[in-house]
């Protein structure tokens, strides 16, 4: 094993161990406050009925980077003539990239409350652990 899998490890370890004070929550009504590390919280969610699942939503962060990438390229004169040019080739990858859509993965822990739209939403670290564990 290398030193970076097990450094990765090591992290995920202390991540999930950490101690935080979570909200309880019986039948749609909060029953009080917990302190439990997030490894337990995760547990004590999955054992409840509630189901993973991930989401692609639109990275709207991402997209208005680009398009200020865009702005800035038309500052300088672009799209010039050249196609071959690396501003002009970057100007139109970027417009073909807003044209598609920037998403991201979301990954959510669905309450199984017959509600659709009630969900937690959790870390890559947490989402990883449930997939491995459960």
Known sequence: MSNITEAQKVKTEKYLNKRMNFDIVENDQFVGNKVMTIREHI??????????????IRDE?????????IDYLKKQGEPSGNINWPNTKKYYEYCQQLKEGVFKN?????????KENTYYLLTKTEYDYIIRRF
């Not at 547990?43 to 692609?56: A, R």
């Not at 962060?61 to 990438?69: A, P």
Request: proline share 0%; no cysteine.
């Open 43 to 56: 547990e004590y969610l999955l054992n409840k009925g509630n189901y993973v699942k991930i989401v692609q």
């Open 61 to 69: 962060t991402k997209e208005r980077n680009i398009q200020k990438q």
């Open 106 to 114: 979301d990954y959510r822990l669905y309450y199984n409350n017959g």
